[in-house]
């Protein structure tokens, strides 16, 4: 910036985004601009993911604790303040431009959210983006069973199963801690009823028992 030096810009009138990306702190935070000041910042082959790529998709999620963005493995780009990098090939029809960010598309999102996320926090954003008419259970199905063989197409699959138009995160938490007792109260009986007819069960195999 012209006319500023780094001393100046660790003062109380500026905001520090990330590496070299700073803001004036009297600017009313718009976090369109902000993002695409990040992506001016980037590679034209990064794209937003995570919690980013949520929020731009329309759901309640923080977008930039940390900024997310995925590059391709040979890519130079490293995780930084406020930036948080992942590695993988994006195919084309995972990615769109939403207001002029290149970023995951809602399945694309979802998918990944299915294995990085706890399975609960995955079904709120399934719900999320129901609710909001953003897509629909048959949709993501069909995605899942595009997806078939890869890491989470599994867990997709069986949380779109579970999924509703949640009023709140906290509706979908209290399903699925419902459904939880539930599956437990009937793992117990199944496990009793196998016992009394001679065999045992171990995690999630029977075995015959000895003597």
Not at 58 to 65: K, Q, R, S, V
Request: hydrophobic share 45%; charged share 25%.
């Amino acid at each position: 910036m012209a006319g500023l030096t780094k001393s100046s810009l660790k003062g109380r009138a500026w905001r520090r985004l990330g590496t070299e990306l700073y803001v004036w702190s009297g600017l009313p935070e718009d976090l369109w601009k902000l993002l695409r000041a990040w992506q001016r910042s980037l590679p034209a082959d990064a794209v937003f993911g995570g919690a980013t790529a949520a929020w731009i998709s329309g759901l309640d999620f923080n977008p930039t604790e940390p900024v997310e963005i995925i590059v391709p493995p040979n890519s130079g780009v490293r995780s930084r303040p406020g930036l948080g990098v992942r590695r993988c090939l994006i195919p084309t029809s995972d990615a769109k431009m939403i207001r002029g960010l290149r970023a995951l598309t809602l399945h694309r999102t979802l998918f990944d959210m299915c294995l990085r996320l706890a399975a609960v926090e995955a079904l709120v954003a399934i719900d999320m983006s129901i609710k909001r008419e953003l897509t629909e259970a048959t949709a993501l199905r069909r995605y899942a069973e595009k997806a078939k063989g890869r890491a989470g197409a599994r867990r997709l699959h069986s949380l779109v199963a579970l999924s509703a138009p949640a009023e709140s995160p906290m509706e979908t938490r209290l399903r699925w801690l419902s459904s939880s007792v539930v599956c437990h109260a009937r793992r117990s009986r199944w496990i009793s009823a196998m016992t009394r007819i001679g065999f045992s069960a171990e995690r999630t195999c029977i075995t015959p028992r000895r003597g």
